[in-house]
């Protein structure tokens, strides 16, 4: 398994925007991609950061994904909405997983 943690910084007052964008990213999702899991986040201690974990199979399955012509072609909704709720870019950091335990 391969993991992503995306972070951005939400601007004043777009917190309740954050529902539409995942929607977005919901809806431009192919099957097959090698998702696995999606976990969005808000820091407790400063609410204008957002944390967004995405899990995938493999990292040869998360690379393609972002070359998927079908799902480009959804994200076009999801792009405009982060440039207007998220203060600069999202940073991405890449992650190995060692271990995934789900209790039941």
Do not use: C, H
């Not at 539409?20 to 820091?43: F, V």
């Not at 799902?71 to 992650?95: C, S």
């Amino acid at each position: 398994m391969w993991a992503q943690l995306i972070t951005a910084r939400l601007k004043s007052g777009r917190e309740e925007d954050v529902s539409r964008l995942l929607a977005q990213l919901r809806a431009a999702e192919q099957p097959g991609s090698g998702l696995l899991r999606s976990t969005t986040m808000r820091d407790q201690n400063n609410p204008s950061r957002l944390s967004i974990l995405v899990v995938f199979e493999s990292e040869e399955k998360a690379r393609a994904r972002e070359q998927d012509e079908r799902r480009q072609e959804g994200l076009t909704a999801a792009r405009a909405t982060m440039a207007e709720i998220f203060d600069g870019p999202p940073e991405f950091t890449d992650l190995t997983v060692v271990d995934d335990f789900l209790p039941y």
